[in-house]
């Protein structure tokens, strides 16, 4: 040392060393440092004399400090400074630690300095990751704690398990072998932390395994189970990609024994559920061979091969050329050093990458899958063929593995079999060493000829819980005879006669009919036929008080025609497009907020008579017509009591006579079509994933637009068409665009039109598309993102607030075809919403505005125009229910699953590629949904998707009938106490304070119908609006049903419930809808 310490000062002394900004203790001193820490001379004596670590550590203590990390790869001081002070004293916690995972060994030491009060930054800790917040309960928290319990292994599983520490080999993490099954199991996790190479193999940006990786697990399970001696794999079949998540997942390779020294194998993989499992190899292991290397076919010289293969392919070129088919290998992946083709065949120069990058002290004993992929890469070099062509692995007839390989120069060789063809290439590929000693042979490599959306389609994710559709199936009518006693009829009747015809058929049998015509004013012309004014919520008020009064006989039904009585279908513009829906959906709302403020259990049943609103087989589609129905059906969700039915008649013909059926069916569908003599009923379908003819073409020199454009979404689908290749954007808004969203467009090349647009004017929007043809290139798309939010359950609802969704989804849409029929698109797509197809409590507006899109989509198509309308769901970093919290905590509830922007957008793509008019891309949870919503209704549009009965609520009445008198309060109560659970989310486990209010222990008013839907479904009966205001507790709750719903002999013990307090809920049924609101407001 003392020869080197001049020349080290000088060093030093060149270094500009400050002092310590925190303490430091000195291994030189044992104390704390000073300024000399800063001087060469320091640093000299530390290199020279004796290291005090002792000393240290005593200081460290008599500072007061108690916890201990080091900072190295692993623990080699921490067991040294335990024994410098006292047993019970200090924290000792390591950073890394050999063997166990690294970010699981920091996240524990993290949690040990945290739970003792260190200051952890979070924000940096979550700096290189996306979080998402979480919306909290509704309800208080319960102040108690649950931590997740790592499963402990019993010692019968470690015993028939490998410990994840000693690896079988580098592919195999652990055997699985069960006495009684003859199977022997094989298992790995997928990920990039556990499998660092699996992400140098991406194809379209995806880590797919490849099939190279494969073979060498089952070269490796081959030899541990049969023994070094060898076995030989025979036909070998690729059958399914696998895509890897970025969460990873499990492999299993499973060794079937077969007699004649044969076995047969399988390689699945699943994610978390281990139900869904794919296939991905299949084939066969002969046991027992011998892999003579006399038995190997020879290849000719090298010097002789080098010479009949003339042509020379680059390494760079030839991994360029697979990145241009977007096959992306990285450094474990990239072997081969040249290439040169002949006739027919191709020997290739392969050199291992350097030991660091392939962790090659692993694979002494095996073979690389990156060395195994540079053979296969020799079999696609052996022809010239396109860029956009390719050769996927399929099948190989046998592998023999002799060695692995001991040489840093190895070599490969193909040769093209006769049976190959413009769409297969069938070849024997051999790898040797430097020696001519063979490493591996694949005798009959198949490879199939996949072009680009062949491959994408491939690597696809398996989409069959996203993708749904209204598909409707015939139905015969159950009629019932009707009833003995008369009843009356309300009919918002059309002027062109189709319910004056109505109320003649049910006239003649008896019948009393109330027809309701449109006008300005409210007025009675004559015994039971009035006139209203649609846009004036009052006389609805006046006309149920006149009409439907004690005295007459009760109301079996309203059924509402005026959505067949407008101007639209002669005069396509804006205006009488506006009064069509005021006509039809307006009308309605009024309709049915007077309705609920006088009915209660004895609800006249209500029809919503549309005529071609709908697109059923291929009738012409009324589009005006259709916003009712997305209306209907969210009044189907809030008020189960009015029982309402849509139907859509037949736009060729007019039929009264199914529609007087209609009206006395015995069943409870809610979405009837009739065409011709044929009823249909729609129900919800999974749809499978489009077949793709022609890929989307996004055009260099075109122009794309996008109205909602300063939206989350519109953004996101604005940089989605800028990476397929647009480079002119114009982005519609009616509030202004983030500088730096333009800014990152353009630093991207593209040239962004903004403007403060609104889409339902019509001449605003003219004048865009004006500039855009005089200044940009031709408008070849169209994506129609705008749309707003004016959430509310009808009670609390106005007109208002339905024109403001109405504006930019259906004006803002027809002002878009009207203004763009004459041009040459190649897409013209409309974001609605699964809303329109389901309905959607607090979202009528909503569901009606966007049921429009959907029928204009299939307008469009008979006009021969493109289009494409997608309902989605909720999506997971951007759309209308990310906007709200209440929207995304009832979506949640439901069980709809958030949609990942990436998927979403590459489904919008297939979509539009396909030529599809409407797709629902919804992943739900549909058991859920049935269940929550608890409506019989909804129950048969979704008869081909639930695949159990709902919860535990549709029993409680035939529970009852069964039940011991004395048992009946008990059931009742426990069904209330299950029932709020459920709807507030809370644990089971946990229970709710039965005297205080279910508002005050979270309850929105969502949630509240929800509750009353759900205990009305249970009891088989139709509860009040007001329900949960009466009765906000359970034993309230619970009191009222047992004594005045369900008249149970036997009373339950009396709740505080005061004759005062009872009587300050009483009137809540009597309050106008403002009140109403301003009540519901108060209490949440």
Not at 529 to 547: C, G, I, K, V, W
Not at 574 to 581: F, G, K, N, V
Not at 608 to 622: D, E, H, I, M, P
Not at 867 to 875: L, R, Y
Request: charged share 20%; net charge negative; aromatic share 8%.
């Amino acid at each position: 040392i003392e020869p080197m310490l001049p020349a080290f000062s000088h060093l030093v002394g060149e270094i500009t060393l400050s002092s310590p900004e925190i303490n430091l203790i000195s291994n030189l001193t044992g104390e704390l440092a000073t300024a000399s820490i800063t001087t060469p001379e320091y640093w000299c004596r530390h290199v020279r004399q004796p290291v005090k670590f002792a000393a240290s550590m005593e200081t460290l203590h008599q500072l007061g400090c108690d916890v201990f990390l080091e900072i190295g790869p692993k623990p080699a001081l921490l067991g040294l400074g335990r024994q410098c002070l006292p047993e019970d004293v200090g924290v000792w916690l390591p950073s890394l630690r050999q063997g166990e995972d690294d970010w699981q060994q920091l996240l524990q030491s993290l949690g040990e300095l945290y739970v003792r009060g260190a200051t952890v930054d979070w924000p940096n800790f979550d700096h290189d990751y996306q979080r998402r917040r979480v919306v909290l309960p509704t309800y208080p928290f319960q102040r108690q704690r649950y931590w997740l319990e790592r499963p402990v292994a019993t010692e019968a599983h470690r015993q028939l398990t490998t410990p994840r520490d000693s690896k079988l080999h580098p592919l195999l993490d652990k055997k699985i072998q069960l006495p009684l099954i003859k199977e022997t199991v094989f298992e790995t996790d997928f990920h990039r932390d556990n499998l660092s190479f699996l992400a140098d193999h991406r194809i379209y940006d995806k880590m797919v395994a490849s099939g190279a990786s494969y073979i060498s697990m089952i070269l490796g399970a081959a030899e541990l189970t049969y023994g070094p001696q060898g076995a030989v794999l025979e036909e070998i079949l690729f059958e399914q990609v696998l895509v890897i998540p970025e969460q990873g997942c499990t492999v299993q390779l499973a060794i079937i024994p077969e007699e004649n020294n044969k076995a047969a194998f399988k390689l699945i993989s699943f994610g978390k559920k281990t139900a869904d499992w794919s296939t991905h190899v299949t084939g066969k292991i002969l046991t027992g061979q011998t892999t003579d290397e006399k038995k190997l076919i020879k290849s000719a010289p090298l010097e002789e091969l080098w010479t009949r293969c003339p042509q020379t392919i680059t390494a760079e070129e030839f991994y360029q050329t697979q990145r241009d088919r977007h096959i992306d290998l990285g450094p474990s992946y990239q072997w081969i050093d040249s290439i040169r083709r002949g006739n027919g065949e191709a020997v290739c120069r392969l050199t291992p990458p350097p030991a660091t990058v392939l962790g090659l002290e692993e694979y002494h004993q095996h073979i690389h899958p990156g060395l195994i992929d540079g053979g296969f890469g020799l079999l696609v070099s052996t022809v010239d063929m396109e860029i956009e062509e390719t050769f996927i692995p399929f099948s190989i007839e046998q592998i023999r593995f002799f060695q692995p390989y001991r040489h840093q120069k190895l070599w490969g060789h193909c040769q093209l079999r006769p049976t190959s063809g413009t769409e297969r290439l069938v070849g024997d590929i051999r790898l040797f060493d430097e020696l001519g000693n063979p490493i591996i042979e694949f005798l009959g490599f198949e490879g199939r000829q996949a072009d680009r959306v062949a491959v994408q389609r491939s690597l696809q994710k398996d989409f069959s819980d996203y993708l749904y559709n209204i598909v409707w199936q015939p139905k015969e009518i159950l009629p019932q005879p009707p009833s003995e006693k008369a009843g009356s009829w309300l009919i918002f009747a059309d002027k062109n006669g189709t319910g004056q015809k109505l109320a003649t058929l049910l006239q003649n049998q008896g019948e009393r009919c109330v027809l309701v015509f449109a006008n300005h004013n409210y007025d009675k012309i004559e015994e039971n036929r009035y006139t209203l004014n649609p846009a004036h919520p009052e006389n609805f008020q006046r006309l149920l008080e006149d009409s439907l009064a004690a005295h007459y006989p009760p109301c079996r039904g309203i059924v509402h025609f005026w959505s067949l009585d407008n101007r639209f279908a002669n005069e396509h513009n804006q205006q009488t497009l506006q009064h069509a829906q005021m006509l039809g959906s307006g009308s309605v709302l009024h309709l049915v907020q007077e309705l609920i403020k006088i009915t209660e259990n004895n609800s006249p049943r209500l029809y919503l008579v549309t005529r071609g609103g709908q697109a059923v087989l291929s009738s012409t589609v009324q589009v005006e017509q259709s916003p009712l129905w997305g209306l209907g059906k969210t009044i189907a969700l809030e008020h189960p009591e009015l029982q309402c039915v849509c139907i859509d008649l037949d736009p060729e013909q007019e039929d009264v006579q199914s529609l007087f059926k209609e009206l006395w069916a015995s069943e409870t569908e809610n979405q009837v079509a009739w065409r011709g003599n044929l009823r249909y009923v729609a129900r919800l379908e999974r749809q499978r994933l489009p077949t793709v003819k022609q890929a989307l073409i996004i055009r260099k020199d075109s122009s794309y637009l996008i109205s909602g454009g300063s939206g989350r979404l519109g953004l996101q689908t604005a940089q989605w068409l800028v990476e397929q290749g647009a480079r002119h954007i114009v982005l519609l808004s009616r509030r202004g665009i983030l500088e730096t969203t333009i800014d990152q467009l353009e630093q991207a090349g593209v040239q962004v039109l903004i403007t403060k647009t609104d889409v339902s004017d019509y001449n605003e929007l003219n004048d865009v598309l004006a500039q855009i043809k005089t200044t940009l290139p031709p408008l070849r798309g169209i994506i129609h993102a705008a749309g707003v939010l004016e959430d509310g359950m009808l009670i609390t609802q106005d007109w208002q607030r339905f024109e403001k969704i109405m504006a930019a989804k259906v004006y803002g849409a027809w002002n878009l075809h009207q203004l763009t029929a004459d041009m040459a698109l190649d897409f013209f797509v409309m974001f609605s919403s699964a809303a329109s197809l389901l309905g959607n409590r607090g979202q009528s507006n909503y569901a009606a505005a966007n049921a429009f899109l959907d029928s204009l989509a299939h307008y469009r198509h008979q006009q021969g125009l493109v289009a494409t309308t997608i309902n989605w769901g909720p999506w997971a970093q951007g759309g209308m229910a990310l906007s709200t919290t209440t929207v995304q905590e009832n979506l949640s509830r439901q069980g709809f699953k958030p949609i990942n922007t990436a998927e979403g957008l590459a489904l919008m793509e297939k979509l539009i590629s396909a030529n599809v008019i409407q797709m629902g891309v919804m992943p739900c949870d549909w058991q859920k949904y049935a269940a929550q919503t608890g409506v019989d209704n909804a129950a048969h549009l979704l008869d081909k998707l639930k695949t159990n009965k709902p919860l535990a609520e549709s029993s409680l009445k035939e529970a009852l009938e069964k039940a011991r008198p004395e048992e009946k309060h008990t059931r009742v109560a426990q069904f209330v106490r299950e029932i709020a659970q459920q709807v507030l989310g809370t644990d089971p486990s946990q229970t709710l304070d039965a005297n205080k209010s279910l508002m005050e222990q979270g309850l929105d008013s969502l949630q509240a119908v929800e509750m009353r839907n759900r205990l009305g479904k249970g009891l088989e009966t139709t509860l009040s609006v007001s329900l949960l205001f009466n009765y906000p507790s359970i034993n309230k709750l619970i009191d009222y049903l047992a004594k005045q719903v369900l008249e149970l002999e036997n009373e339950l013990p009396k709740t505080q419930e005061t004759k005062e307090a009872k009587e300050n809920f009483d009137y809540i049924d009597e309050l106008s809808d403002v009140e109403l609101e301003d009540l519901i407001n108060r209490e949440m």
